[in-house]
C-alpha cells in the first residue's frame, strides 16, 4: 500500500509538472499567449479539487520518500537509484523560492503571481535566480521519469511504448524550457525600456522591500525544515538498528560458504547488500520481478512469516515452490537459514517474466526429440564458412518452426543436431502425440528445403529422428546467460540413442513404444525391434519408420 501511495502521488505531481512544461511550451509563440493559456492552468489546479489533489500529493509523496530513506537498510544503491535520489534531495532547496514567490505570495500579499510577476523578479534578480528557476522542471522531469521507469519497465507493454515514451520525455520538457527561455529574453528586451519593470511591479502588486524579505526567510525556513526532517531520517537509522539488534540476529549462509550476521528485521535482499553480496534485483526490491528470488533452508526455516498478499502473487506467477521465497520482501526472525540464490546477480527484466512453473526443478513425464542431419561432414566440405552458416541456420529454422508448430519447446541445437521437449505444461498423452506430429512436420519441412536449396546442394539433406517418452527431471540449469529451462535423465539419454539408431537401421525415425503407446498409435507396420540402451537395465522395444513423412497428422 505504501508502495502505491507513493506512485500515485507522483503521478499526480507529474500530471502537474506536464500541464506546468506545457503551459511554457506556449512562449514560443508571444508573452500574450503564455499569460492567455495560463487561464486553464490555474483552472486545472487552483480549484478545491485540484489543490486537494496537488498538495495532499505533494505532502504523501514527500512524506513517504523520507520514510523510506528512514527504513532503507544498505545505501548500495545502481547508479540509477542514487541519481534519483539525489535529485530528489534537491528539488526542495531548487523549489523553494519559486513556491514562496508565487502560491505563498499569492495567499498572504495578493500578489498577481502570474507570469509577468515571475518573469520581472527573474530579469531584475541574478543569473543565480534564472539558473536556479530553469534546473527546477529539469530536476524534478528526470527525478519523475527515473522513477516511472522502475515502475513500469517490467510491464508488459513497455518495451513496445518505450519509443513513444522516449519522444514525450525528451520534447515536453524541451518545449517547456524553450518556451520559457524565449519568454524570458522577450521579456528582458521590453525590460530595457525606462520605467517597463517599475510599471509590471506596480501592476502585479508585488511586495515591498520588507514583505520580499520575509517572503525569503519563509523560503529558507522551508528549506531547513526540509533538510532537517532530510537528516531526522538519516538519523532515525543507527537507532532502528541498534534496537533491532536487541530482539536477536539472524544467521544466513549463502550458497558460496558466505556467512552474514545481521540484526533482525533486514530484508535477506539488503543483508545481501550490506554485506557486499551480489543479489539480482531489476526492480530494485520493490516486490515486482521476482528476479532476487532465493530458495530458503536451514534448522529454523520453520520460523519464518508466511508471504504476503503480494509476495505470494508474484511467487505463484513464476510457479515457485514452497521453499523460495522472494529476497526484498522475506524478513526472517532470528534464526539460522541457508540461502541460495536461485537467478545470477546479472540477471534482467527477461528473467523477471519467465512464467514456468518448472524452472525451479521437478520430475515430469514428457516426450523428447531429437534430430541430426545425417553426413553433414562430408556435405559441408569444399563449402566455404558463410555457406556452411547459411545452410545451417535454413535448417534450424524449418525444424524449429516445425517442433513450435507441433506444440513443443525447443531445447538446444547440438552442433548440426536439435533437441526439442514435449509435455511441459501438457498431458502425457497429448506430449506424445505432439512428439510424433513434430517429426512429421520436420520431414516435411525438410522435403521444402531441399527443393529450395537443390541448386546448391550436391545431394539433398537427410535427417535421423529419435522420439522417446518417461519421466525426466525438469528445471533452468547453467549458469549466468547461459541457463535455460531443460530437461535430464534416462529418458533424454534414451531419445538421443535411438536418434543415433537411425543409422543402423537406415531409416528417418526410430520411435519407442512406450511413446506410441502413450500416444494411442498404432505403428504395427513398421518394423519392430528389441534394442540395449547403454545404462539402461532390459531391452527396450523400438518401431523403425523408413519415412517419418508418411506419419498421420496428430495436431491436439
Same mark, same amino acid.
Not at 506444440?407 to 510424433?436: H, S, W
Given at each position: 500500500?505504501?508502495?502505491?501511495?507513493?506512485?500515485?502521488?507522483?503521478?499526480?505531481?507529474?500530471?502537474?509538472?506536464?500541464?506546468?512544461?506545457?503551459?511554457?511550451?506556449?512562449?514560443?509563440?508571444?508573452?500574450?499567449?503564455?499569460?492567455?493559456?495560463?487561464?486553464?492552468?490555474?483552472?486545472?489546479?487552483?480549484?478545491?479539487?485540484?489543490?486537494?489533489?496537488?498538495?495532499?500529493?505533494?505532502?504523501?509523496?514527500?512524506?513517504?520518500?523520507?520514510?523510506?530513506?528512514?527504513?532503507?537498510?544498505?545505501?548500495?544503491?545502481?547508479?540509477?537509484?542514487?541519481?534519483?535520489?539525489?535529485?530528489?534531495?534537491?528539488?526542495?532547496?531548487?523549489?523553494?523560492?519559486?513556491?514562496?514567490?508565487?502560491?505563498?505570495?499569492?495567499?498572504?500579499?495578493?500578489?498577481?503571481?502570474?507570469?509577468?510577476?515571475?518573469?520581472?523578479?527573474?530579469?531584475?534578480?541574478?543569473?543565480?535566480?534564472?539558473?536556479?528557476?530553469?534546473?527546477?522542471?529539469?530536476?524534478?522531469?528526470?527525478?519523475?521519469?527515473?522513477?516511472?521507469?522502475?515502475?513500469?519497465?517490467?510491464?508488459?507493454?513497455?518495451?513496445?511504448?518505450?519509443?513513444?515514451?522516449?519522444?514525450?520525455?525528451?520534447?515536453?520538457?524541451?518545449?517547456?524550457?524553450?518556451?520559457?527561455?524565449?519568454?524570458?529574453?522577450?521579456?528582458?528586451?521590453?525590460?530595457?525600456?525606462?520605467?517597463?519593470?517599475?510599471?509590471?511591479?506596480?501592476?502585479?502588486? %508585488?511586495?515591498?522591500?520588507?514583505?520580499?524579505?520575509?517572503? *525569503? /526567510?519563509?523560503?529558507?525556513? =522551508?528549506? &531547513?525544515? +526540509? $533538510?532537517?526532517?532530510?537528516?531526522?531520517?538519516?538519523?532515525?537509522?543507527?537507532?532502528?538498528?541498534?534496537?533491532?539488534?536487541?530482539?536477536?540476529?539472524?544467521?544466513?549462509?549463502?550458497?558460496?560458504?558466505?556467512?552474514?550476521?545481521?540484526?533482525?528485521?533486514?530484508?535477506?535482499?539488503?543483508?545481501?547488500?550490506?554485506?557486499?553480496?551480489?543479489?539480482?534485483?531489476?526492480?530494485?526490491?520493490?516486490?515486482?520481478?521476482?528476479?532476487?528470488?532465493?530458495?530458503?533452508?536451514?534448522?529454523?526455516?520453520?520460523?519464518?512469516?508466511?508471504?504476503?498478499?503480494?509476495?505470494?502473487?508474484?511467487?505463484?506467477?513464476?510457479?515457485?515452490?514452497?521453499?523460495?521465497?522472494? %529476497?526484498?520482501?522475506?524478513?526472517?526472525?532470528?534464526?539460522? *537459514? /541457508?540461502?541460495?540464490?536461485? =537467478?545470477? &546477480?546479472? +540477471? $534482467?527484466?527477461?528473467?523477471?517474466?519467465?512464467?514456468?512453473?518448472?524452472?525451479?526443478?521437478?520430475?515430469?513425464?514428457?516426450?523428447?526429440?531429437?534430430?541430426?542431419?545425417?553426413?553433414?561432414?562430408?556435405?559441408?566440405?569444399?563449402?566455404?564458412?558463410?555457406?556452411?552458416?547459411?545452410?545451417?541456420?535454413?535448417?534450424?529454422?524449418?525444424?524449429?518452426?516445425?517442433?513450435?508448430?507441433?506444440?513443443?519447446?525447443?531445447?538446444?541445437?547440438?552442433?548440426?543436431?536439435?533437441?526439442?521437449?514435449?509435455?511441459?505444461?501438457?498431458?502425457?498423452?497429448?506430449?506424445?502425440?505432439?512428439?510424433?506430429?513434430?517429426?512429421?512436420?520436420?520431414?516435411?519441412?525438410?522435403?521444402?528445403?531441399?527443393?529450395?536449396?537443390?541448386?546448391?546442394?550436391?545431394?539433398?539433406?537427410?535427417?535421423?529422428?529419435?522420439?522417446?517418452?518417461?519421466?525426466?527431471?525438469?528445471?533452468?540449469?547453467?549458469?549466468?546467460?547461459?541457463?535455460?529451462?531443460?530437461?535430464?535423465?534416462?529418458?533424454?539419454?534414451?531419445?538421443?540413442?535411438?536418434?543415433?539408431?537411425?543409422?543402423?537401421?537406415?531409416?528417418?525415425?526410430?520411435?519407442?513404444?512406450?511413446?506410441?503407446?502413450?500416444?494411442?498409435?498404432?505403428?504395427?507396420?513398421?518394423?519392430?525391434?528389441?534394442?540395449?540402451?547403454?545404462?539402461?537395465?532390459?531391452?527396450?522395444?523400438?518401431?523403425?519408420?523408413?519415412?517419418?513423412?508418411?506419419?498421420?497428422?496428430?495436431?491436439?
Amino acid at each position: 500500500m505504501i508502495g502505491r501511495l507513493r506512485l500515485w502521488s507522483g503521478y499526480v505531481l507529474l500530471a502537474y509538472v506536464t500541464t506546468h512544461l506545457l503551459n511554457h511550451a506556449v512562449g514560443l509563440v508571444s508573452l500574450r499567449a503564455l499569460e492567455a493559456s495560463r487561464f486553464w492552468f490555474v483552472y486545472l489546479w487552483q480549484g478545491p479539487l485540484g489543490q486537494i489533489a496537488l498538495y495532499g500529493a505533494l505532502l504523501v509523496h514527500f512524506s513517504l520518500a523520507l520514510w523510506a530513506v528512514a527504513r532503507r537498510r544498505s545505501f548500495r544503491l545502481s547508479p540509477w537509484e542514487w541519481t534519483q535520489l539525489v535529485l530528489g534531495a534537491s528539488i526542495v532547496p531548487l523549489a523553494a523560492v519559486h513556491v514562496v514567490g508565487t502560491r505563498i505570495a499569492y495567499d498572504y500579499y495578493g500578489v498577481d503571481s502570474g507570469y509577468p510577476w515571475v518573469l520581472a523578479s527573474l530579469a531584475a534578480g541574478g543569473w543565480t535566480g534564472v539558473a536556479r528557476q530553469f534546473a527546477l522542471p529539469l530536476v524534478v522531469w528526470i527525478h519523475a521519469c527515473i522513477g516511472l521507469h522502475f515502475a513500469w519497465h517490467l510491464r508488459h507493454w513497455y518495451r513496445d511504448w518505450l519509443p513513444t515514451l522516449y519522444a514525450v520525455a525528451l520534447l515536453v520538457p524541451a518545449a517547456g524550457i524553450a518556451g520559457a527561455a524565449v519568454a524570458l529574453r522577450d521579456f528582458m528586451d521590453l525590460a530595457q525600456q525606462p520605467g517597463f519593470l517599475g510599471e509590471v511591479f506596480a501592476r502585479v502588486h %508585488a511586495p515591498d522591500a520588507a514583505s520580499g524579505a520575509e517572503l *525569503y /526567510r519563509i523560503a529558507d525556513s =522551508l528549506m &531547513a525544515g +526540509a $533538510g532537517a526532517l532530510l537528516l531526522a531520517s538519516l538519523a532515525a537509522r543507527p537507532v532502528r538498528n541498534a534496537w533491532e539488534r536487541r530482539a536477536g540476529v539472524v544467521h544466513l549462509t549463502y550458497s558460496d560458504r558466505k556467512t552474514v550476521d545481521t540484526p533482525t528485521g533486514l530484508s535477506v535482499l539488503e543483508m545481501s547488500r550490506i554485506s557486499g553480496i551480489p543479489h539480482a534485483s531489476v526492480c530494485g526490491g520493490r516486490g515486482r520481478c521476482s528476479t532476487c528470488r532465493v530458495r530458503i533452508g536451514g534448522p529454523d526455516r520453520a520460523l519464518l512469516p508466511p508471504p504476503g498478499p503480494e509476495e505470494q502473487k508474484v511467487l505463484a506467477r513464476v510457479g515457485a515452490p514452497e521453499n523460495v521465497r522472494l %529476497a526484498c520482501q522475506l524478513r526472517p526472525p532470528p534464526g539460522r *537459514y /541457508r540461502v541460495t540464490t536461485l =537467478l545470477p &546477480a546479472s +540477471a $534482467g527484466p527477461v528473467e523477471a517474466y519467465r512464467q514456468q512453473p518448472q524452472a525451479h526443478g521437478g520430475e515430469r513425464y514428457v516426450a523428447i526429440l531429437f534430430a541430426d542431419i545425417r553426413g553433414f561432414t562430408s556435405i559441408s566440405e569444399g563449402k566455404l564458412p558463410y555457406d556452411v552458416v547459411f545452410l545451417l541456420n535454413r535448417y534450424f529454422r524449418a525444424t524449429g518452426q516445425a517442433v513450435q508448430s507441433a506444440g513443443g519447446r525447443l531445447d538446444k541445437f547440438i552442433g548440426d543436431g536439435v533437441m526439442a521437449i514435449f509435455g511441459l505444461d501438457r498431458a502425457p498423452e497429448t506430449a506424445c502425440r505432439q512428439a510424433l506430429d513434430a517429426a512429421r512436420r520436420m520431414a516435411l519441412a525438410l522435403d521444402d528445403l531441399n527443393e529450395a536449396l537443390s541448386g546448391d546442394l550436391d545431394q539433398p539433406l537427410r535427417i535421423g529422428i529419435g522420439l522417446h517418452a518417461g519421466p525426466a527431471i525438469v528445471g533452468e540449469m547453467g549458469y549466468d546467460r547461459a541457463a535455460s529451462l531443460t530437461a535430464i535423465g534416462d529418458t533424454v539419454n534414451t531419445a538421443s540413442r535411438l536418434e543415433t539408431l537411425t543409422k543402423e537401421f537406415k531409416v528417418e525415425l526410430v520411435v519407442s513404444q512406450e511413446l506410441l503407446d502413450r500416444a494411442g498409435v498404432d505403428l504395427s507396420a513398421a518394423p519392430k525391434h528389441e534394442v540395449d540402451i547403454r545404462g539402461r537395465q532390459g531391452r527396450l522395444a523400438v518401431r523403425a519408420v523408413l519415412q517419418a513423412r508418411d506419419l498421420t497428422s496428430l495436431s491436439s
